[in-house]
């Protein structure tokens, strides 16, 4: 910044000023549209939607266990349940990114789960993916969106 002298000793800048001023709205103007450009959600980079009523199948050597799953999914979380039936719910809290849906499952107490965690990949009407803890210890799990 130059600083010049108006003859009677007192410096004036005003020009430069001017000239700073301009630069710094300018920068700031375009870092605010990079940053909400940069953040804006497009189709490739939404997430899944895991809301509604599923299938569920947990293949076993000795065979399947079936049951069924409610998930409410507002935003990435997700709250809900699964269990044998509707009047065996477990309670379950999750996250959605992108297409990868997980979640803890948080018994009763004195009442077994067959898994604790689950890690899915959601493709529209179906999820699959695998099942930590519990009763299974660990192994694979299907969903399938259930018709209304």
Do not use: Y
């Amino acid at each position: 910044m130059r600083i010049k002298s108006n003859g009677l000793g007192i410096t004036s800048f005003r020009k430069d000023f001017r000239e700073l001023a301009w630069l710094s709205v300018t920068t700031m103007t375009f870092f605010l549209c990079g940053c909400s450009t940069h953040h804006k959600p497009d189709a490739t980079t939404a997430s899944a939607n895991v809301s509604g009523s599923w299938r569920v199948t947990i293949p076993r050597p000795d065979g399947a266990i079936t049951g069924m799953g409610s998930f409410k999914q507002i935003g990435h979380d997700v709250t809900g349940w699964v269990g044998p039936s509707q009047d065996q719910p477990i309670r379950i809290t999750g996250v959605v990114q992108e297409n990868q849906f997980t979640f803890r499952t948080f018994p009763e107490p004195g009442r077994n789960v067959a898994f604790d965690r689950c890690s899915v990949t959601v493709s529209s009407d179906k999820m699959t993916g695998t099942i930590e803890g519990g009763d299974v210890s660990h192994g694979t799990i299907d969903f399938v969106k259930a018709t209304q």
